[in-house]
């Protein structure tokens, strides 16, 4: 795996099949490879070229068709490549029989992206997560027939055990990967209770998604001040964090509560998205989502379809977003700047979470939202009403407020 030779910097070519040839539909090689490109760096390793081939079905046998492979080879030899990393899943057989022709390391998408989180896991939850993605990853290769297989058992590099021991293997992962899913399940029974708590008096809650490195860490930290790690790498954030954000308004002060979650790219793969369900399902406890966005990015709307697209294969839909343009500093381009718009969103914005900017527009737009989903009342409250209206200060939005002879007027959002 790549991060377990750090000293050993892996020389690698991206290889994609492109299956649209020319189409329609959405697939685009370059772009997902530029997203292959950032997972490879962020794993550690440095990407030497790039293969496409258009093609109407992946090859069943290498993944690549067999006049492409000898491209391949002159490619590697010419630049020097340790590794090939293929933009899809490879099956057992074509890992091995890459393998065998490359004499390379292979690697696919998912074992990069398994080895990112690896690295990134911090809590005990995100770690069992992580072993539990790995461990069924390694089982679904290992569950094959034939010698080849045996090659793949420990992951790239290693040379595989003999059958015998691979039912031993199979065995003791089986039953850890049992162990692991009982106990992330404990631990997401009781963060069901702890949330269930929470709701009794509670703030509204906002959950910040989006793709993967866009500044949903960096927003929540210059709102609250939450001190998240906030890198320049994929996948920084692995654990969601939730924080109180409290902003003033013209009578009092709102709070609410914002949960930074897990970041979302192309082709996630199943494995991980088992074993993060819960971690990635945060956003559906949420009332309302903001959804950053990388507004300097040139896969922008790409980008924005692939947050949206997992939500909806999350089952987070019917929610009302708010889109936050992020990283505006770095735009150059007036056209760029120009298309700035979502229409799946309620309201946006665009700030640069890094440099402050705009983020005072933000406690106006949250109102405006949580006002959609308030009623409007006007009432003279006793004096001894005073629990009431703390109530309404608390939960609602108090517009004017005035101490009269006959009692307290409150004119307010609730
Ligand atoms: N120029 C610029 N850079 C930003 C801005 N906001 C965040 N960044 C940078 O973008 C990178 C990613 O930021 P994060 O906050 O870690 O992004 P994230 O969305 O939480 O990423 P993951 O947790 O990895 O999915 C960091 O290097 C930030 O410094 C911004 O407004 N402008
Ligand atoms: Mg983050």
Do not use: C
Request: avoid cysteine.
């Amino acid at each position: 795996m790549l991060y377990e030779n750090k000293e050993e910097i892996e020389y690698v070519i991206l290889v994609a099949v492109d299956t649209e040839a020319g189409g329609l539909s959405s697939y685009d090689a370059d772009a997902s490879l530029d997203e292959l490109s950032e997972l490879a760096n962020t794993a550690g390793a440095v990407v030497v070229g790039r293969l496409v081939q258009k093609l109407p079905h992946f090859n069943p046998a290498t993944y690549i068709g067999s006049g492409k492979i000898d491209e391949l080879k002159t490619l590697i030899y010419a630049a020097n490549a340790t590794g090939i990393i293929t933009d899809d899943e490879l099956s057992p057989s074509q890992m091995a029989k890459l393998s065998k022709e490359l004499d390379v390391k292979v690697m696919d998408r998912t074992m990069v992206i398994l080895d990112i989180f690896a690295a990134h896991a911090v809590t005990s939850e995100g770690k069992m997560q992580v072993e539990l993605a790995q461990l069924e990853y390694r089982l679904s290769r290992l569950t094959g027939k034939g010698t080849s297989m045996s090659r793949l058992g420990g992951g790239i590099g290693t040379r595989g055990p003999g059958e015998k021991k691979l039912e031993q293997d199979r065995r003791v992962i089986r039953k850890r990967v049992a162990q692991l899913k009982r106990e992330i399940n404990d631990m997401t029974s009781h963060r069901e209770i702890t949330r269930h708590s929470r709701e009794q008096g509670r703030y509204p809650v906002f959950a910040i998604v989006g793709y993967t490195n866009v500044g949903k860490s960096t927003l929540l930290n210059a709102l609250t001040g939450a001190g998240i790690l906030a890198e320049d790498k994929l996948f920084a954030t692995l654990d969601t964090t939730t924080r109180v954000y409290e902003y003033k308004k013209p009578a009092g002060k709102q709070k609410i509560l914002l949960t930074d979650t897990v970041g979302f790219i192309r082709k996630l793969p199943h494995n991980l998205i088992d074993a993060f369900r819960s971690t990635l399902e945060e956003a559906k406890y949420a009332d309302y989502i903001i959804h950053v966005v990388d507004a300097s990015s040139e896969n922008r709307a790409a980008e924005m379809k692939v947050a949206y697209n997992t939500l909806d294969q999350l089952g987070i839909t019917g929610k009302k977003v708010i889109t936050i343009f992020n990283k505006i500093d770095k735009i150059i381009d007036e056209d760029m700047r120009m298309g700035l718009f979502d229409i799946r969103a309620v309201k946006y914005l665009s700030i640069s979470a890094k440099d402050g900017i705009g983020l005072d527009k933000l406690p106006e737009v949250i109102d405006s939202v949580l006002r959609e989903d308030r009623q409007l009342i006007e009432r003279i409250f006793d004096y001894n009403e005073m629990s009431k209206i703390s109530e309404i200060k608390q939960n609602g939005e108090v517009i004017e407020e005035e101490y009269r002879d006959d009692g307290i007027y409150i004119k307010a959002y609730f």
